[in-house]
């Protein structure tokens, strides 16, 4: 069956530090490969997607490629801000007839001032 | 304003005692689900459904109902609660259409369910 492995927390890293958590999946056939943030006290947001090899998912300054290789999908961002504190779930979709989305156990993450 | 919702956002209840949970979501999506997010075990789905009146179950079922008698809401039913449920829920909904799995699920803000 599907599933992810993303790096356990909790990351603490000061402002303006370079950002890896990283995230490798076993899947049938072609997944798509999501992050997924969220934080405190609310519901998930998508945070960045791919849909195929070599594809590189980006958005508010995180960035995260595809690679059929090495079944990874590590997300990075070259400066992180206090503001991006939250729990970061990688996770994947292999459609079908259900498209559940199989997720990592969550990264937390503090950014310290 | 494009959004899952759901209700209550917290219930604390006892053993036995049936409860339900709403999601409603305004984006005329076909696909919705539920999920349940445990401390080091992520999110996993409970149950799901393609379209209103075909559900179908997730990795964690035991314990649940759902219904989709109208395209923008799916309930979940817990008709006798025990304490291992005790968790936190999200519903989320997506398009559903070819190609789909890619598409993005859109996430309620969660209940918080204690159940004593």
């Known amino acids: 069956g599907n599933s992810v492995t993303q790096m356990e927390g909790p990351v603490t890293l000061s402002e303006e530090a370079f950002l890896t958590i990283n995230c490798t999946y076993t899947a049938t056939g072609y997944p798509s490969l999501f992050w997924y943030v969220q934080y405190p006290g609310e519901g998930l947001q998508l945070l960045l997607k791919?849909?195929?090899?070599?594809d590189k998912g980006s958005n508010k300054g995180f960035e995260a490629t595809y690679r059929k290789e090495t079944t990874s999908f590590h997300l990075e961002k070259g400066s992180v801000q206090v503001s991006d504190s939250a729990v970061y779930f990688c996770a994947l979709s292999s459609g079908g007839s259900n498209y559940k989305l199989t997720f990592g156990k969550g990264t937390l993450l503090t950014v310290n001032p | 304003e494009a959004q899952v919702t759901q209700n209550p956002r917290y219930l604390i209840t006892v053993t036995g005692k049936k409860l339900t949970v709403t999601c409603s979501q305004n984006?005329?999506?076909?696909?919705m689900s539920w999920y349940r997010q445990d401390p080091g075990l992520g999110l996993r789905q409970i149950y799901y459904s393609m379209n209103v009146e075909v559900t179908d179950k997730g990795d964690v079922p035991e314990g649940y109902k759902v219904s989709r008698k109208e395209k923008r809401n799916f309930p979940l039913i817990l008709e006798s609660p025990s304490p291992n449920q005790t968790s936190l829920y999200f519903c989320?909904?997506?398009?559903?259409?070819?190609?789909?799995?890619?598409?993005?699920?859109?996430f309620g803000p969660g209940t918080r369910l204690t159940v004593l």
């Open positions: 791919a849909t195929k090899a070599d």
């Open positions: 989320a909904s997506s398009l559903n259409r070819a190609g789909a799995s890619s598409n993005e699920q859109f």
């Open positions: 984006m005329n999506h076909e696909y």
